[in-house]
């Protein structure tokens, strides 16, 4: 199965700044890569697949870079209500689709 | 738009069974596949299982391979997903996913609490 780390394990930044968040995977996905964000008491949500894709209604300061093992998440300036967990995850080889052990974005 | 509400959870002994749904709306359900997807307290997501649109194929994560059963019914618009011999450590919240496209989770529910106990 395919490995996906992630790091820092938690990143503490400011509102207005910029957050850059990594994925390595074991072996290459390609681009196969997505990511999504996690605040208590919500629903999950998708926020980039194909590595670069901007999913619907996704703001533009979100986007996604990466290719073969190596893949970041970049919010551009902060928001208030970007502050969440965020985890990377794999479709190339599956079952079992994979999902990193997440990012923590505190203020 | 895309609405999944879960429903089912609850706490159950060691052994145990339990079944969870999902009802969805906003969208065809009988053109998606869905998955399952867990939180465990602590830990972090796990995907769990997934059934094509038809329900003619179903895949499982290896640690319920053999305990779990995904299904679903088009004509409700409900998936469905029957745990059995239940252990501590499947306590999580599970989650419904509408799949995008082979392995991409664009909509999902806020989820249901089970959690195992004795």
């Known amino acids: 199965e395919i490995v996906l780390t992630q790091s820092p394990a938690t990143l503490s930044l400011s509102p207005g700044e910029r957050a850059t968040l990594s994925c390595r995977a074991s072996q290459s996905v390609g681009s196969d890569l997505a990511w999504y964000q996690l605040k208590p008491g919500q629903a999950p949500r998708l926020l980039i697949y194909g590595a670069s894709n901007r999913a619907t209604g996704i703001p533009a300061r979100f986007s996604g870079s990466g290719s073969g093992t190596d893949f970041t998440l970049t919010i551009s300036s902060l928001e208030p209500e970007d502050f969440a967990l965020y985890y990377c995850q794999q479709r190339n080889k599956w079952p079992p689709f994979t999902f990193g052990q997440g990012t923590k974005l505190e203020i | 738009q895309v609405r999944l509400v879960e429903s089912g959870g609850g706490v159950v002994q060691p052994g145990g069974s339990l079944t969870l749904s999902c009802e969805a709306s906003g969208f065809t359900f009988s053109g998606h596949g869905m998955h399952w997807v867990r939180h465990a307290p602590g830990r972090g997501l796990e995907w769990v299982t997934f059934i094509r649109h038809d329900g003619s194929n179903q895949y499982y994560a290896d640690s319920v391979k053999g305990r779990f059963t995904i299904s679903r019914d088009n004509s409700r618009n409900t998936l469905f997903l029957q745990m059995n011999g239940l252990r501590v450590d499947d306590t999580a919240v599970y989650h419904c996913?509408?799949?995008?496209?082979?392995?991409?989770?664009?909509?999902w529910g806020q989820g249901t609490l089970v959690t195992v106990s004795s």
């Open positions: 996913a509408k799949d995008l496209y082979w392995g991409v989770f664009d909509n």
